[in-house]
């Protein structure tokens, strides 16, 4: 049973430019998360998604992020414009569900994004 | 808002040897889960071990075990019989129980290193 798989894993954009992050669930996963780490730093979370649906966005930036989880295919992050500062490694982990031991979080592999 | 707080930037074991990981967190929740992650050099996070608030008894997972004491918002990681493989990043994580928050939360990390 493949795990969380997130591509690519390593992404370099320069200033300005937009950048497309994927993130494929574990197979019977309907619950994808979104984080980012800075370096020297805990992941902080940006966004909860179900099927078609936006759960939670409570920790994406108001601009130039957005995020997608279709019937079909992966969930997205886009970021667009980007700047030095979204220079960060990408999580994404999927879980069951969101109680009991369904809320379970696996984590992908990330994708380190660098801005130049 | 919850916050999790972690006071040991660095730690450092010899092989074999017991070490302690410290974690506190806020919140005015009474139901919620705690779990402790691990992240190698590799970057992928690996769940160590899970707690959930309304047990007493404290986790266990082999080498691994918790102190968790609800009244004082602690939740500490015990790691026995350290083994070179354990060297990583470890992270504390706090996730609220029910409704739609899925989201965890964070701590900075302990980077523990285990010497031969």
């Known amino acids: 049973n493949a795990g969380v798989m997130q591509n690519p894993r390593h992404l370099v954009r320069r200033r300005g430019q937009e950048a497309r992050l994927r993130c494929s669930p574990m197979?019977?996963?309907?619950?994808v998360y979104w984080y980012r780490q800075l370096p020297e730093e805990g992941l902080k979370f940006m966004v909860y998604?179900?099927?078609?649906?936006?759960?939670?966005e409570s920790g994406m930036p108001k601009e130039r992020f957005s995020a997608e989880f279709p019937k079909e295919g992966p969930s997205i992050l886009r970021i667009q414009q980007v700047v030095r500062g979204d220079s960060a490694a990408y999580f994404c982990?999927?879980?069951?569900?969101?109680?009991?031991?369904?809320?379970?979080?696996?984590f992908g592999p990330g994708t380190r994004l660098t801005v130049l | 808002a919850q916050t999790v707080t972690q006071s040991q930037p660095e730690m450092s074991v010899q092989e074999a040897e017991t070490v302690t990981l410290s974690c506190t967190y806020d919140?005015?929740?009474?139901?919620?889960?705690l779990f402790w992650y691990k992240q190698p050099p590799s970057r992928q996070m690996i769940l160590v071990i899970r707690?959930?608030?309304?047990?007493?008894q404290n986790a266990t997972e082999n080498r691994f075990s918790v102190n968790f004491q609800k009244a004082a918002k602690s939740f500490s990681l015990k790691i026995s019989d350290s083994q070179l493989g354990d060297t990583a990043m470890y992270f504390c994580?706090?996730?609220?129980?029910?409704?739609?928050?899925?989201?965890?939360?964070f701590g900075k990390g302990t980077k523990l290193s285990v010497k031969p």
């Open positions: 998604l179900q099927k078609e649906n936006i759960i939670d």
């Open positions: 707690q959930e608030a309304y047990k007493q």
């Open positions: 994580a706090f996730m609220k129980y029910g409704g739609s928050q899925g989201n965890l939360i």
């Open positions: 197979k019977g996963h309907s619950h």
């Open positions: 982990a999927s879980s069951l569900g969101t109680g009991g031991s369904y809320n379970e979080q696996f």
């Open positions: 919140t005015s929740e009474n139901n919620y889960y």
